[in-house]
């Protein structure tokens, strides 16, 4: 089954700006702007919200930010590694070839969200909800899903090697297409999941099955 994600609406030509002549911490809210060859420095206690904002090719260092929220942002070739970002909301976002590696979205809601030729490998997102939310030619090697509630979800050419499914009820996702040498799921995870012939021999096997051949 195809996911449709609607996708952020930010306007084609959005103000060029300096993330330190708009960010006010006391107003933590920023609209219609485009970051673009920068590094932010971003730590903070309060709610940060961003709508209708591109960063492009921005390194964020050391960002630490609970309960941010992002409605129609675009992040390309971003690098958000390590990055705390717990109990985030993310409407309408995308992430285009970003570097991802490490980087806390536990306990966080995504909806119409894509990532897209990403490396999320490390990456934490336990505890949270994902809804119409699609993974393309992403690296999610060793990443942790634990406990998540996943509706209409699809991973697409990924690697899953060793990412921790436990918890998370995959009835309806499609991993089809992606690879893995190894995963952390139950039985009951498992119950519903789309695999190709392949995985499926592989869970087998991981059940401690002898397959014997004719």
């Known amino acids: 089954m195809a996911v449709k994600i609607m996708k952020p609406k930010v306007p084609s030509e959005l103000p060029e700006k300096h993330f330190e002549d708009v960010y006010d911490a ?19 206690d309060s709610a940060v919200e961003f709508t209708e904002v591109k960063f492009d090719n921005v390194t ?26 717990s109990e985030m909301t993310m409407k309408r976002v995308t992430f285009l070839n970003c570097r991802l590696v490490g980087t806390s979205f536990a306990e966080s809601y995504f909806e119409d969200v894509v990532f897209q030729d990403c ?10 909800k994902q809804k119409n939310v699609h993974y393309a030619s992403c690296r999610l090697k060793d ?10 979800v699809a991973f697409t050419d990924c690697d899953l090697s060793g990412i921790n499914f436990v918890g998370t009820a995959l009835k309806g ?15 009951e995870d498992l119950k519903g999941c789309i695999v190709s012939q392949e995985q499926a021999l592989d ?11 004719n």
């Open 119 to 128: 490396n999320l490998q490390l990456a934490a997102l336990g505890f949270s």
């Open 143 to 152: 990443a942790d899903f634990y406990e998540n509630k996943l509706a209409k």
């Open 173 to 187: 996702i499609d991993i089809s297409s992606s690879q893995f040498d190894r995963i952390s799921v139950t039985i």
């Open 60 to 85: 964020f260092d050391e960002a630490a930010v609970s309960k941010m929220y992002l409605r129609d942002v675009v992040f390309e070739r971003c690098d958000l590694a390590n990055a705390q970002l």
């Open 26 to 44: 006391g107003e933590p809210y920023i609209d219609n702007a485009l970051f673009k060859d920068c590094t932010i420095s971003l730590a903070t």
């Open 203 to 213: 869970f087998l096997v991981m059940l401690g099955l002898v397959i014997k051949g």
